[in-house]
T-cell receptor, first 112, second 113 residues
Framework: AQSVTQLDSQVPVFEEAPVELRCNYS??????LFWYVQYPNQGLQLLLK??????LVESINGFEAEFNKSQTSFHLRKPSVHISDTAEYFC??????????FGTGTSLTVIP | DVKVTQSSRYLVKRTGEKVFLECVQD?????MFWYRQDPGLGLRLIYF???????EKGDIPEGYSVSREKKERFSLILESASTNQTSMYLC????????????FGEGSRLTVL
C-alpha cells in the first residue's frame, strides 16, 4: 500500500520568513500529488497539484511545490509567510483511481 | 463555483443514538467519499460510492453504513453511535475519470457523549 510521510507535525515560523513543509511518498509508479490546506473548523481546500508536465507547480497565494521523482518527494515552500497562512497542511497521493493516501498533516503557525 | 455541502457542521449525540450525516454536491460527480479526520492520524476513508446505489468499503468501515439514492447525495449513517466515533467527518466528491482532485465539504464535527 501507498504511504505518505509528512515529517514535521508542527512548524512554527516568523512572519515574512521562508518555510518548507516536507512530504515524501512510497510509490515508485506514476502518481498524482496534491497539497491541501485546512483552516480551523473548515474542510480541506486544494492548494496545488501535480498531474504531469512541469515538476514545479504554484498556487495563487505564493506557495510552490516541486515534484522530485528520484527522491519521491513533493515538498511545499513559500518564500515569505503571512499570518493568514496559519493552518493545517496535508499532502496527498493518488494513482488515478479513487484511493487517495493522505499524510498526517503539518500544522503551520506563523508568529507575528 | 463547485460546492459540496454538509448539512450539519456541529452535532452532539448520546451513545447508542442513530446519527445521519448528509452530503450534497452540485458538480454532477459520480464519485463521493466519506472520510474521518482525527489529530495525528490524518484522513481515513470510511466508504466511497462510484455511482447511485453503489458503494465500496474504505479503510475503517466498521460501525458505519452509507446510502446513495441520488447522484448528488451521499449519507453516512452511524447505527449506534459510540464515544470512539467522536471525530470530524469530511465528505468529498470527484469527477469519474482520469486525474483529478477531491472536492471537500466544510466538515461535520460530531461529539458522542
Amino acid at each position: 500500500a501507498q504511504s505518505v510521510t509528512q515529517l514535521d507535525s508542527q512548524v512554527p515560523v516568523f512572519e515574512e520568513a521562508p518555510v518548507e513543509l516536507r512530504c515524501n511518498y512510497s510509490s515508485s509508479v506514476s502518481v498524482y500529488l496534491f497539497w491541501y490546506v485546512q483552516y480551523p473548523n473548515q474542510g480541506l481546500q486544494l492548494l496545488l497539484k501535480y498531474l504531469s508536465g512541469s515538476t514545479l507547480v504554484e498556487s495563487i497565494n505564493g506557495f510552490e511545490a516541486e515534484f522530485n521523482k528520484s527522491q519521491t518527494s513533493f515538498h511545499l515552500r513559500k518564500p515569505s509567510v503571512h499570518i493568514s497562512d496559519t493552518a493545517e497542511y496535508f499532502c496527498a497521493v493518488n494513482r488515478g483511481g479513487n484511493q487517495f493516501y493522505f499524510g498526517t498533516g503539518t500544522s503551520l503557525t506563523v508568529i507575528p | 463555483d463547485v460546492k459540496v455541502t454538509q448539512s450539519s457542521r456541529y452535532l452532539v449525540k448520546r451513545t447508542g443514538e442513530k446519527v445521519f450525516l448528509e452530503c450534497v454536491q452540485d458538480m454532477d460527480h459520480e464519485n463521493m467519499f466519506w472520510y474521518r479526520q482525527d489529530p495525528g492520524l490524518g484522513l481515513r476513508l470510511i466508504y466511497f460510492s462510484y455511482d447511485v446505489k453503489m458503494k465500496e468499503k474504505g479503510d475503517i468501515p466498521e460501525g458505519y453504513s452509507v446510502s446513495r439514492e441520488k447522484k448528488e447525495r451521499f449519507s453516512l449513517i452511524l447505527e449506534s453511535a459510540s464515544t470512539n466515533q467522536t471525530s470530524m467527518y469530511l465528505c468529498a466528491s470527484r469527477p469519474p475519470r482520469g486525474a483529478g482532485e477531491l472536492f471537500f465539504g466544510e466538515g461535520s464535527r460530531l461529539t458522542v457523549l
